[in-house]
């Protein structure tokens, strides 16, 4: 059992930054593929990013490559989505999210874990 809080969510203008957090709490998060996604109002929830269980593979959606960047830090129990340069298209619900496997997973369905969701907001 995996259980996850996002954190760093908030408004900004565009071309600024943010970093979200996701704590994860259970034994087996050393071992979890992670990921993050989003869901704009009126939109289906899309993959953004993933990370292997040790951090040494990750991939990005096309949107965001060069502007995301992914890590985890198995010793804090902790994912990350450095987001530089946003977009108002970037505004979305993101959420955080953990699977049973542990290498990269692209879909929902992969995803057995999810946290609640913290809002971004990127102004224009």
């Known amino acids: 059992q995996v259980q996850l809080v996002e954190s760093g969510g908030g408004l900004v203008q565009a071309g600024g930054s943010l970093r979200l957090s996701c704590a994860a709490s259970?034994?087996?998060?050393?071992?979890?593929?992670m990921g993050w996604f989003r869901q704009a109002p009126g939109k289906e929830r899309e993959f953004v990013a993933a990370?292997?269980?040790?951090?040494?593979?990750?991939r990005y959606e096309e949107s965001v490559k060069g502007r995301f960047t992914i890590s985890r830090d198995n010793a804090k129990n902790r994912v990350y989505l450095q987001m530089n340069s946003l977009k108002p298209e970037d505004t979305a619900v993101y959420y955080c999210?953990?699977?049973?496997?542990?290498?990269?997973?692209?879909?929902?369905?992969?995803?057995?874990?999810w946290g609640q969701g913290t809002q971004v907001t990127v102004s224009s």
């Open positions: 999210a953990a699977s049973s496997y542990a290498g990269i997973s692209y879909t929902s369905a992969q995803y057995q874990y």
């Open positions: 990370v292997n269980w040790s951090g040494t593979n990750t």
């Open positions: 259970g034994r087996t998060f050393g071992t979890a593929g």
